[in-house]
């Protein structure tokens, strides 16, 4: 019996099949048959059983089980402590969507690195949905996203929440219109709309807020830009309207390159912080997904008014 084993093991368990076990491993499913093989037949027992619906495990695969995970919590622990000087220690692994990338983590990895001056950050940025993904494919560790996209295999934690609201070029016909109400839907969908790309949180959450107020509604799309930047710099110019968030068009707003209108009181969305299920952290990133929790919880650091803590049950 080796660790490998053990893992194999453990990953079916939490996976529910093979197929998704070697995916996760890197591993064929014949290797994992293999592996799950040799196990049965040095320790003489059935460890695991396969059906229509799936795979579960014997009374001898439980016991067996609930040791794997034990020792390979322990393994992990042991191999924690003995390579803190490995290259790899003390670094944070994240994934992160535009929002959060721009306008909550530079705050939050400057706190954080006041007690931790040894850690180094490895950050991808990507759009909302391929933040899960990047978890899934263990190119990182946690992740900061504008939606949900892999709540199968992903931990959400929503941690603060965004305003949507419409940015207009400064010229008629959006002179007229009073900048504290909502902007008027027809104008909304009649008007030459700049929007993300399918896969950010924003585009997303507004397709969810049009089907809400007006089922079937669909905006009159001129473009599609991935760069917040270039939507401003597009609206200012007067290419169209666009839909983004509160906190990425403050700059422009108070320099008076674009308005903004609110889009309409159910035009919130959650900022999620999240992890893969079934994964425990350690180490720095262990240390640094609980100090969000905590900053974002009742009684944390002070939020600014776009973003207001929304904790909700903690893992």
């Known amino acids: 019996m080796d660790f490998r084993q053990l893992e194999i093991l453990v990953s079916i368990v939490e996976t529910g099949s093979f197929s998704r076990a070697g995916e996760r491993l890197y591993m064929s499913q014949p290797t994992v048959t293999s592996h799950i093989n040799c196990l049965e037949r040095e320790l003489e027992q059935q460890l695991l059983i396969r059906s229509n619906k799936g795979v579960r495990l014997t009374e001898s695969g439980k016991l067996l089980y609930e040791y794997a995970v034990s020792a390979l919590d322990h393994r992990e622990e042991i191999l924690l402590k003995l390579s803190k000087n490995h290259p790899g220690a003390g670094q944070l692994r994240i994934a992160a969507s535009s929002v959060p990338a ?31 993904r990047k978890l899934m494919e263990q190119q990182a560790d946690i992740g900061f996203s504008g939606c949900c996209a ?15 609201v419409v940015i207009t070029p400064t010229t008629s016909p959006y002179s007229e219109l009073a900048k504290n109400e909502c902007f008027p839907l027809d104008l909304l969908l009649s008007e030459p709309m700049i929007v993300r790309e399918s896969g950010s949180g924003t585009r997303r959450e507004f397709n969810n807020y049009l089907q809400k107020v007006q089922p079937g509604a669909s905006p009159n799309i001129l473009a599609v830009m991935e760069d917040y930047l270039a939507i ?47 994964t425990r952290l350690l180490g720095i990133t262990k240390e640094f997904y609980q100090f969000v929790i905590e900053h974002f919880s009742p009684g944390g650091s002070k939020q600014t008014d776009c973003f207001s803590a929304d904790r909700m049950d903690t893992v």
């Open 150 to 164: 892999f709540d199968g295999e992903c931990e959400y934690l929503p941690i603060a929440t965004d305003r949507l």
């Open 102 to 132: 721009q306008y909550l983590l530079p705050d939050l990895l400057s706190s954080f690195r006041r007690s931790h001056k040894e850690m180094r950050i490895n950050m991808v940025f990507c759009d909302s949905v391929e933040v899960g």
């Open 232 to 278: 401003k710099n597009a609206v200012s110019a007067g290419m169209g309207v666009a839909v983004m968030s509160e906190r990425s068009v403050e700059d422009y707003v108070r320099l008076g390159y674009v308005w903004a209108f609110p889009l309409g009181a159910e035009a919130v969305r959650n900022l999620y912080l999240l992890r893969r299920k079934k």
